[in-house]
């Protein structure tokens, strides 16, 4: 028998929605996207609603953290600095160069009447809800909201 045929066919693609505007969430969203792609993945991140701070000029300086973290702003930076992490801002730097797709969500654009204008990547597709089922129904994709 195959290993499709098992069911255990290899995934090598990364699907990751990011819907969540806060630092706490974005970091294990790049982290889990720069290390797929370092492994040989085709990684693909959506960003949606909250996620869509991070590339909305005039926004991306409000990042905070979730209450659920504990920590504050200030307290997780320090901690991200001593760790050695980069900021969130070279994490997407990192991810773009590795190959990263990075892909802002049309409905939520037209919701908050954001335009390709307005996005802090110039080269970040927009791509509605039927492109991310097509990337989410791939067998061979690993697809996570975050």
Same mark, same amino acid.
């Given at each position: 028998m195959t290993e499709q045929q098992l069911g255990t066919a290899q995934k090598n693609k990364l699907v990751l929605v990011v819907s969540k505007g806060t630092l706490d969430a974005l970091y294990p969203a790049f982290i889990l996207a720069t290390t797929g792609v370092a492994q040989g993945m085709e990684v693909y991140m959506y960003f949606t609603f909250g996620g869509m701070k +991070? +590339? =909305?000029?005039?926004? =991306?300086d409000q990042l905070d953290v979730s209450k659920d973290l504990g920590l504050s702003k200030e307290e997780l930076q320090s901690l991200i600095s001593r760790g050695g992490m980069p900021t969130i801002h &070279?994490? +997407?730097?990192?991810? $773009? &160069?590795?190959?990263?797709? $990075?892909?802002?969500c049309s409905p939520t654009m037209k919701l908050f009447g954001t335009t390709k204008e307005n996005l802090t990547v110039s080269s970040a597709d927009v791509v509605g809800a039927s492109t991310f089922l097509q990337w989410a129904s791939d067998p061979a994709a690993v697809t996570l909201f975050i």
């Open positions: +991070l +590339l =909305t000029k005039g926004q =991306t &070279q994490m +997407l730097d990192m991810a $773009i &160069q590795a190959g990263v797709h $990075i892909n802002a």
